[in-house]
């Protein structure tokens, strides 16, 4: 199965079905199910001690105990890809309406993601740069 490895918060955020879309510099023409591979790199974290001692994800308060790297930790559906300006415009309303008011729109390729399912455990696997072959079925 096809996977894309999304670097912390974002793949959490996926995770967690509050990330409907996923930001790419390039267009695919995959649409299928998908992999949600959190990479190791902590390079996005903008992180603070909170109140009770534990680290967290300043803009998204989210614990980075709660956070996995280097794993798939969810599955999706790839339901489309749609440049950022096709949406602003408005050209996808009818389609997905709730799409162009999306926090996460910003392009320039939005991968619209749907179907998200958390795994009941995260499998450690080593990512890949571009949508790359999982060779295994991963347990939800």
């Not at 695919?28 to 109140?51: M, V």
């Not at 709660?66 to 950022?84: N, R, S």
């Not at 602003?88 to 389609?95: F, H, N, S, V, Y």
């Amino acid at each position: 199965m096809k996977a894309l490895t999304i670097a912390q918060p974002y793949a959490e955020l996926i995770a967690l079905g509050q990330k409907r879309v996923e930001n790419r510099v390039w267009w695919t023409r995959y649409r299928g199910p998908l992999y949600i591979h959190a990479g190791k790199s902590r390079q996005w974290l903008d992180t603070e001690f909170s109140h009770d001692g534990y680290e967290i994800d300043r803009p998204t308060g989210i614990y980075l105990s709660m956070m996995d790297f280097g794993a798939v930790i969810a599955t999706a559906e790839l339901i489309d890809c749609i440049h950022v300006d096709t949406i602003l415009r408005g050209a996808c309303d009818e389609q997905y309406p709730w799409l162009r008011a999306h926090k996460h729109v910003s392009g320039p390729y939005c991968w619209v993601l749907d179907h998200v399912l958390r795994l009941s455990k995260p499998v450690p696997y080593r990512g890949a740069q571009g949508l790359f072959d999982i060779p295994f079925m991963v347990a939800a």
